[in-house]
């Protein structure tokens, strides 16, 4: 029986969720799904808003319990928490099904977006509004710069962290996987020695009554264990060595799904922190996509429901059509769409029915926390570094690499300054920090003013 909306929810039994109908679970998840606009702050208040306060099908503390969990792991925190729900009410299918409706949604968007930039690309209107798009972006990450800072940058210890991965990836060019790494080593030794410092973000501590007595498929057990091993390390990466060993390592498709592969397992503090990644070999080293399609990819996540880790599909999808092979272009970025979908969002199945099991055990570890902290620093130099980025290759239609000791620095060329991406740049920011609109409202805001740019300056 569903409780009434009148007794307190503090009081409910968190598991005590079985009786929920899986169909109406699933026309929830949908719900949400469709409704998951503004990045992973916006998607997990939808969340909370709909199955702790509206369907009270999982307790506060409990709700809290899976996001901290969410935090640790590689990946999407917004798709692994919904995952981790669906998997409470309904086992694995639930949380597959879950998973599945919270990502189709911007999939389909993201996917219908593509084909029409490269059929209609061309058109003076739709180049307006995707130039629209891609100013008011580099708001959109500067914001995201201060909100991450905003949430971990309380001691000298994390600003070192954060300076040192901006240094390492705008003058040395340092692999993200490596700051990621280096990152989660600091935090792991330097937990152990002085938590005061490295360990700044808290967990919320668990108050559910029947932690103990949890339902069955939530205990972990050895067997269960492998069980989601033996199914969905396969399911994630037979795909991609078959691809490799059949076309070979230099096709786009093979190159791809060993791309995004790794992109899935170092995709700590979200879309933009891993964007810097995919930006410096998607565009500098593959050739996938030129730099201001890195910020239309964004800007058509940005708007549309869904993870934003999303704009990978969009980088995807480039790739193939720019090297389609014997294909047809657009049949084979569809193909590489998919692709890039899968082994990006597989691992994050892996990663939840695997560790959410142990999730007491996980979050009673204090080095953890303190890894968590450094990573999360470290992301704040890395979304920093791509904010600059952005603004070299937003703002100034050059940019430059030049050499200087141990590696080298973007330098934009000032005579190709572009008045009009700063004029609705700073539109933006006036609209997100001045004016508090929502992204959606920042995006179409700007995407007008690109669309009249652009029939203003058209010959």
Request: charged letters at 10%; glycine letters at 8%; one cysteine or more.
């Amino acid at each position: 029986m569903r409780r009434s909306p009148s007794e307190p929810i503090a009081s409910d039994p968190p598991l005590i969720i079985h009786s929920v109908p899986f169909t109406e679970a699933a026309r929830t998840f949908a719900s949400i799904g469709l409704n998951s606009f503004g990045g992973p702050t916006g998607q997990i208040a939808v969340m909370h808003r709909v199955l702790v306060e509206e369907k009270r099908w999982i307790s506060e503390e409990r709700f809290l319990h899976g996001l901290n969990l969410c935090m640790l792991l590689p990946g999407p925190e917004a798709m692994q928490l919904v995952t981790y729900v669906g998997w409470l009410l309904h086992r694995t299918r639930g949380g597959v099904v879950a998973g599945l409706l919270f990502v189709l949604p911007g999939f389909v968007a993201i996917l219908a977006l593509s084909i029409l930039y490269t059929t209609l690309g061309n058109l003076g209107p739709v180049q307006g509004l995707l130039f629209g798009l891609k100013a008011a972006v580099l708001a959109i990450v500067v914001q995201a710069v201060i909100r991450i800072g905003k949430r971990v940058l309380k001691k000298s210890a994390m600003y070192a962290i954060a300076a040192a991965s901006f240094a390492a990836l705008f003058a040395f060019q340092m692999p993200f996987p490596v700051v990621i790494a280096s990152a989660a080593f600091i935090g792991l030794i330097g937990g152990r020695q002085r938590q005061d410092i490295f360990a700044v973000i808290t967990s919320t501590a668990s108050t559910d009554s029947d932690t103990r007595t949890a339902a069955p498929h939530t205990q972990p057990t050895l067997r269960r264990t492998l069980i989601v091993l033996a199914t969905w390390i396969p399911i994630w990466l037979v795909p991609v060595v078959a691809l490799r060993l059949w076309l070979g390592a230099d096709n786009v498709f093979a190159a791809q799904a060993v791309f995004f592969s790794k992109a899935a397992v170092v995709t700590f503090g979200g879309a933009y922190a891993v964007l810097a990644y995919v930006a410096q070999q998607a565009v500098e080293v593959h050739h996938w996509l030129a730099p201001g399609e890195m910020l239309t990819g964004l800007g058509l996540a940005e708007s549309t429901p869904g993870p934003l880790i999303m704009v990978l599909e969009f980088v995807g999808y480039m790739g193939a059509y720019r090297h389609p092979g014997s294909l047809d272009p657009t049949l084979a970025g569809v193909l590489a769409a998919t692709l890039a979908v899968w082994t990006t969002f597989a691992p994050c199945f892996l990663w939840i029915f695997l560790v959410a099991p142990y999730m007491e055990a996980i979050r009673s570890r204090p080095t953890l926390t303190a890894a968590l902290s450094c990573i999360t620093a470290a992301v704040v130099g890395v979304v920093l570094n791509l904010a600059v980025w952005f603004a070299a290759h937003t703002l100034f239609g050059a940019v430059t690499n030049r050499a200087w000791i141990g590696g080298s620095l973007p330098v934009p060329q000032w005579s190709t300054l572009d008045v009009a991406a700063i004029a609705i740049s700073l539109a933006a920011a006036v609209m997100i920090f001045v004016l508090r609109r929502g992204i959606l409202t920042t995006l179409a805001v700007s995407a007008a003013l690109g669309i009249a740019w652009r029939l203003v300056a058209s010959p």
